[in-house]
């Protein structure tokens, strides 16, 4: 439970039942026939649920890359839209859980991100952080694994939707586009060979993150054990931050990846 304790910059708060809300913590993008791509974004909201307030933070920071993946939402519901593949997405800031996570993980409720101290965290008990497991990455996780086992018949390929900031700890990013991989890099380094010459991004494998960083939680430990095809994409996110640049991505990456696809239906790649 929760207690209600009152902090300089915030305020705990419970219902009258003494239950919190936490609101809609996943989303479902459901798609017909038989889908080979099943699309995940685990950043995709900002969203604080209303009895943590502002989590002791300004507006400012709930609005930047540390609480979500700006314009990583629209990126994946444009592909969704043109591959016909269902998305899973998140509905509650990563700040509040990063669903891209374990539970052990020390950023899977951080205390600190980048400059920003994160005071809503710093206090919790560890019976709080447990009712935080079990009313989003719980949720979320089954999410997805049920969509694995109802499209297992034609499934064939994971694709995580991320973006990143420009400007990290005061350096400039020169990578556009990352490819990344967990334990199994055959569709990322499938995907890094045949990069498209236009239009022309900076695009690496495993930056400006990799495995190593604990960003294939999800891969890992959805992907893999079924048997998927898997890869994570990130996105600089100066380049998808109107509706129009998401599309232009979108219609950039999704036949990238049905080439890439149709060489291992091929048996082009081991």
Known sequence: MYHVEIFPQFTFTESQDGTLDFGTVVHTDNADGAPKVLLVCEHASNRIPVFLRDMGLTNEALESHIAWDPGALGVAQHMAGLMSAPLVHGGV???VYDCNRPPEAVGAMPVKSEQYDIPANARMTPDERQVRVENIYVPFTQAVSGQIAQHSPS???MVTVHSFTPVFHGLQRSV????????DDRFA????????????FVTRLN??????DGVAHTLDAQAYPS?????????RNDLIRTPQQQRAMAEHLVPWIDRTLAGFDEGGFA
Do not use: D, K, T
């Open 207 to 212: 930056e400006p993150y990799s495995a190593a």
């Open 93 to 95: 800031s990563r700040l």
């Open 176 to 183: 556009e586009l990352g490819i990344l991989h967990g334990r």
């Open 189 to 200: 380094m499938a995907m890094s060979e045949a990069v498209p010459a236009q239009p022309s």
């Open 155 to 157: 499934l064939q390929l």
């Open 227 to 235: 048997g998927l095809l898997n890869v994570m994409i990130e996105i």
